[in-house]
């Protein structure tokens, strides 16, 4: 790159395109999000299936008149072990 004071030339410029940044991994980013927000949705929808979750014993749910409060404690502890367990495997697989 140019230093202080120095402008870039043609060649440079082309390189990074016209605006002078470089747009790749803003788009393998933006790639990556996708693919999740897509493995999300899914999962989601499995999920939205299994009647158990969110009805595990210890899931607490109040009921007032027309105003109800459900807090699935127990359902988070058991996602939160579920996926640390399948994160943890896939960053063993990565790293090998």
Do not use: K, Y
């Not at 230093?3 to 395109?17: C, T, V, W, Y």
């Not at 747009?23 to 009647?51: E, F, I, K, Q, Y």
């Amino acid at each position: 790159m140019a230093n202080e004071g120095e402008s870039l030339r043609g060649d440079q410029l082309a390189d990074e395109g016209e605006t002078g940044v470089d747009l790749t991994g803003l788009g393998r980013v933006v790639l990556l999000l996708g693919g999740v927000m897509v493995l999300l949705g899914g999962a989601m929808m499995l999920l939205g299936r299994w009647a158990f979750l969110g009805r595990l014993p210890g899931d607490i749910t109040f009921r007032r008149g027309n105003v109800s409060c459900h807090v699935p404690i127990v359902s988070s502890i058991v996602l939160s072990v579920i996926l640390t367990t399948v994160l943890n495997l896939v960053m063993r697989l990565l790293n090998r």
